[in-house]
Nanobody, 125 residues
């Protein structure tokens, strides 16, 4: 069993930056694919970014490409989402997730087994 806990959300202004963290416990993350998703009020949960267990490959949604960076630190069992140049449309609850099957990267929410509780990110204009 894996437990994921997000942190780092908050209220910022457009153009600001935030870094979200996802700390994993229960098992080491060395063989997991990891992802970030977000859900705005009244909308479905959408893919944001994902990274392979070795950190050698990553995938980003078009809406965040060039502004967000996903990374991981296996030694700390933690992965991150660095968000720059935030926009009001980035406002959502952000969730981290872990995947234990191949391929290690997928954009499908159903492809992830473990989920964090979410952290709110609000970007004001």
């Amino acid at each position: 069993q894996v437990q994921l806990v997000e942190s780092g959300g908050g209220l910022v202004q457009a153009g600001d930056s935030l870094r979200l963290s996802c700390a994993a416990s229960g098992r080491t993350m060395n063989s997991y694919g990891l992802g970030w998703f977000r859900q705005a009020p009244g909308k479905e949960r959408d893919f944001v970014a994902a990274i392979t267990w070795g950190g050698s490959s990553a995938d980003y949604a078009d809406a965040v490409k060039g502004r967000f960076t996903i990374s991981r630190d296996n030694a700390k069992n933690t992965f991150y989402l660095e968000m720059n140049n935030l926009k009001p449309e980035d406002t959502a609850v952000y969730y981290c997730a872990a995947r234990i099957t191949n391929p290690p990267i997928t954009r499908r929410t159903a492809g992830y087994t473990y989920w964090g509780q979410g952290t709110q990110v609000t970007v004001s204009s």
